[in-house]
């Protein structure tokens, strides 16, 4: 069997990471794009995806 490629990214992982905390960052460009998803988010609560195939 082959051996699976790993998967390498440069996104920063911040699930594991409370909210509060992120709050805390000092102004930065991540605190910015963090609190503009959230604001959109608290805008938008009832937003989903979803997909339907045709075939």
Do not use: H, I, K, Q
């Amino acid at each position: 069997m082959a051996e699976e490629p790993v998967l390498e990214s440069d996104l920063l992982d911040v699930t594991g990471v409370d909210l509060a905390v992120l709050a805390e960052l000092p102004d930065t460009a991540l605190r910015a794009a963090l609190c503009r998803v959230l604001a959109e988010n608290d805008a938008l609560p009832d937003r989903f995806a979803a997909f339907e195939s045709s075939l």
